[in-house]
């Protein structure tokens, strides 16, 4: 990461983002065939060529069938014929299964061959299975062009930036820092969720090391900055310091440390109007973005999947539900009609491809167990300009627990609320529910534990729960966050049942349900 962060930051800045945009959407075709074709048909072993294989389509029927009837109908086509992933599937908890066949693969069967990442991220702190993103210099300097185009948009240039955001293993932060100094900016406050010296410490050190690093460099980044258990009045005071200055403040963080942010302003009765929240990681509900709004905040989202990069961006236009600008330069998206895992809906799953040749995977139609509608989008924005005109509207996590910005997976809660849980306090599957749910200020989650259990001690069932989700993908920062922000809670109460009669282990209320079963 070292290399990474000096390559990062010597290597030239893209002077016409949009011309870069617009280039890639005209070619966005050719450069999903090229890479394609090296990546993959060129390389047996990579589990997507078993697949073309079993599903009877060589490079040239490929190549006839994009040439025919563009990018998008052709990955439909292949969708129906067996080239795809599911979420469990692109995470490794599952066997790929097509035809009857089982497809050999591992954790690194999918990352892109083609490019070299050295910034390096990783979802969990724990030695069990983990996934590990690499990024390019050439897809950090992509990047930048989409950070140009919303610094135009929001008329960022000149005003604070503060951040909110995890330490190692998650390098977001670090990657953050360096794109906006690169682009003339810099970060001033970096505040990070406390953790334990057992559960943090080597990744604070290893944070702080690369800190030096990049300011060494001349990277305009502070070291990163404890909050107190459950307490964002450090942030307020530092937001409503620039507001009485004159200079609204940016705050990048995830959903719920934002309107938490919110929150304590509101409480202390701070002036923090007109402070941009660059937010991502969860769904911005209507209750969530009321509470933003009436401190006086505005909102720019953004959609970021850890294996892809950069899915979209939403503009100033977009004030209602989830909504971003698809990047449809470098990501390609479908979606199909499928009964959500953790519930009886039916939802719209997005399926999506990478087209750029140094993206850190190399991924056709996969499933992210995201619902979300396709459409044009009218407005006239930065984005619309630069050529992307297609949006994502109503995102939601449908397979997923995604509150504060930590992603936990349904194969991992399964394995806790079914046998750890049982097998220490007593019970069985169905007396353990993990809920998910909106109380307006962040989302919340209750562990549901049925009084036929006869368990008392509802802490030791909370510390024995925060204790297994650390060994999980993406446990270690969840964990931290979850004892920062007092987010989880266990209640002695029967789980939900639906209304066929099922009681589901992870239930998720979904936007606009409130605490509703």
Wanted: glycine letters at 10%; proline letters at 5%; a positive charge.
């Amino acid at each position: 990461m070292a290399v990474g962060i000096y390559r990062g930051w010597r290597a030239p800045l893209i002077t016409d983002p949009e011309a870069v945009i617009r280039n890639q959407l005209r070619d966005r075709e050719a450069s999903f065939l090229w890479t394609v074709r090296r990546a993959i048909f060129d390389r047996p072993k990579n589990p997507y060529y078993a697949m073309f294989r079993l599903a009877g389509c060589g490079f040239e029927d490929l190549e006839r069938l994009v040439g025919q009837d563009g990018l998008e109908a052709a990955l439909e086509v292949l969708r129906q014929q067996g080239v795809y992933l599911t979420h469990d599937e692109l995470k490794g908890k599952t066997a790929i299964v097509r035809g009857g066949r089982t497809i050999p693969s591992g954790e690194n069967s999918f990352l892109n061959p083609l490019a070299r990442g050295l910034m390096e991220g990783v979802t969990s702190g724990s030695r069990s299975g983990r996934t590990r993103t690499a990024v390019s210099t050439e897809f950090q300097r992509y990047c930048e062009a989409y950070e140009t185009l919303a610094i135009r948009e929001f008329q960022l240039a000149g005003r604070p930036r503060i951040q909110l955001r995890a330490l190692l293993p998650c390098h977001v932060g670090l990657v953050l820092a360096l794109m906006a100094s690169r682009l003339g900016e810099g970060v001033e406050r970096w505040f990070t969720a406390g953790g334990t010296l057992r559960d943090s410490l080597h990744y604070r050190v290893a944070t702080n090391l690369l800190v030096w690093l990049e300011r060494a460099l001349g990277v305009r980044v502070p070291y990163p900055l404890d909050l107190p258990p459950n307490d964002f009045s450090p942030v307020v005071e530092c937001l409503a310091g620039h507001r009485a200055q004159g200079k609204p403040g940016v705050v990048s963080s995830s959903v719920s440390a934002a309107v938490r942010v919110a929150s304590a302003a509101l409480e202390q009765g701070a002036d923090i109007r007109g402070t941009l929240f660059r937010i991502g990681g969860e769904t911005i509900t209507d209750a969530k973005r009321a509470v933003i709004e009436s401190a006086g905040g505005q909102i720019a989202t953004h959609y970021w999947i850890s294996e892809m990069g950069p899915v979209g961006f939403g503009c100033r236009q977009m004030r209602t539900g989830d909504s971003v600008h698809l990047c449809r330069d470098s990501v390609a998206a479908i979606s199909h009609r499928r009964r959500a895992p953790l519930g009886e809906a039916e939802v719209d799953s997005l399926m999506f491809t990478t087209l750029l040749p140094f993206a850190p995977r190399v991924l056709i139609n996969a499933e992210t167990d995201d619902s979300g509608v396709l459409e044009g989008a009218s407005c006239d924005c930065a984005f619309s300009r630069a050529g992307l005109t297609t949006q994502i509207r109503d995102i939601y996590s449908f397979g997923k627990l995604t509150g504060h910005g930590m992603t936990l997976r349904r194969f991992d809660m399964l394995r806790i609320l079914e046998t750890v849980l049982p097998a220490r306090f007593g019970g069985r599957p169905g007396d353990y529910q993990l809920v998910e749910h909106e109380n307006g200020s962040q989302t919340g989650l209750t562990l549901r534990v049925s009084p036929r259990v006869g368990a008392r001690d509802s802490g030791a069932i909370k510390d024995c729960f925060l204790s297994e989700i650390r060994k999980c993908e993406g446990g270690a920062t969840a964990s931290r966050d979850l004892q920062q922000t007092e987010a989880m809670e266990v209640a002695i109460a029967e789980p939900f049942v639906t209304h066929t009669g099922k009681v589901l282990p992870l239930h998720l209320l979904g936007p606009g349900t409130g605490g509703r079963a």
